[in-house]
């Protein structure tokens, strides 16, 4: 299966070299190029891309804003976040907005595209531990106080699924809430399919955010 990518950076150089890299790939396809967030949103609703690999700043419309457009129009397509180290207050946001990871931008031709791979795989670029330091780093942006929140999604839940999305939220892979619940680890993956299914989310990350804002977990 060809995974087809939509490129997005205002960088016309940055975008030439990841189209060469991609098409040097038998199992990749770089379908649209875009150089500012509008124009990637247009693309993206007519391309309909596997995987965007978004730039954060650039002018008019900012990647963060043209990754939440995208991921509420289509969501068969998932957003790989362009960030540097310096532009770790987008992390948050970008995960809010729906992105499925982050890659920065000096990171090695195999690890941008084993990147794209895991994320049209539909898996989370961002490990579990990262995730949660980024959300507790930005605890201030998450609410506070107060009764947890009454998300109606959470009555779908079984108490063994809440039990496994809070283990989640606290970072542990699936290995670790196996071990810590003495599930097998095909239960505890059975069980987070039909967790991202019963709360409507894309992947881990998504799991994550939606513990974090309805209170189940609190940052350290």
């Given at each position: 299966?060809?995974?087809?990518?939509?490129?997005?950076?205002?960088?016309?150089?940055?975008?030439?070299?990841?189209?060469?890299?991609?098409?040097?790939?038998?199992?990749?396809?770089?379908?649209?190029?875009?150089g500012d967030g509008a124009e990637a949103v247009r693309l993206a609703q007519r391309l309909r891309p596997d995987v965007v690999l978004m730039d954060v700043r650039m002018p008019g419309v900012d990647?963060?804003?043209?990754?939440?457009?995208?991921?509420?129009?289509?969501?068969?397509?998932?957003?790989l976040i362009l960030t540097t180290f310096d532009l770790d207050e987008y992390a948050f946001a970008g995960l809010k907005a729906g992105a499925s990871g982050f890659l920065l931008k000096n990171a090695?031709?195999?690890?941008?595209?084993?990147?794209?791979?895991?994320?049209?795989?539909?898996?989370?670029?961002?490990?579990?531990?990262?995730?949660?330091?980024?959300?507790?780093?930005?605890?201030?942006?998450?609410?506070?106080?107060?009764?947890?929140?009454?998300?109606?999604?959470?009555?779908?839940?079984?108490?063994?699924?809440?039990?496994?999305?809070?283990?989640?939220?606290?970072?542990?892979?699936?290995?670790?809430?196996?071990?810590?619940?003495?599930?097998?680890?095909?239960?505890?993956?059975?069980?987070?399919?039909?967790?991202?299914?019963?709360?409507?989310?894309?992947?881990?990350?998504?799991?994550?955010?939606?513990?974090?804002?309805?209170?189940?977990?609190?940052?350290?």
């Amino acid at each position: 299966m060809t995974i087809r990518v939509l490129l997005v950076d205002d960088e016309p150089l940055l975008r030439m070299a990841f189209t060469m890299v991609l098409r040097a790939q038998p199992d990749m396809e770089p379908v649209g190029e875009a150089g500012d967030g509008a124009e990637a949103v247009r693309l993206a609703q007519r391309l309909r891309p596997d995987v965007v690999l978004m730039d954060v700043r650039m002018p008019g419309v900012d990647g963060i804003e043209a990754t939440r457009r995208i991921t509420r129009n289509g969501r068969q397509t998932r957003v790989l976040i362009l960030t540097t180290f310096d532009l770790d207050e987008y992390a948050f946001a970008g995960l809010k907005a729906g992105a499925s990871g982050f890659l920065l931008k000096n990171a090695l031709p195999e690890e941008l595209l084993a990147a794209i791979r895991s994320v049209a795989a539909g898996d989370a670029v961002v490990s579990p531990r990262i995730t949660r330091r980024l959300l507790e780093n930005f605890a201030h942006q998450l609410p506070t106080g107060g009764a947890p929140a009454s998300d109606e999604r959470l009555r779908r839940l079984t108490p063994r699924e809440r039990e496994v999305l809070v283990e989640v939220a606290r970072g542990l892979s699936n290995t670790e809430i196996a071990a810590g619940l003495h599930l097998a680890e095909a239960t505890v993956k059975t069980h987070l399919g039909r967790i991202l299914l019963k709360l409507e989310l894309r992947d881990r990350v998504q799991a994550v955010v939606f513990a974090y804002e309805n209170r189940l977990i609190r940052p350290a």
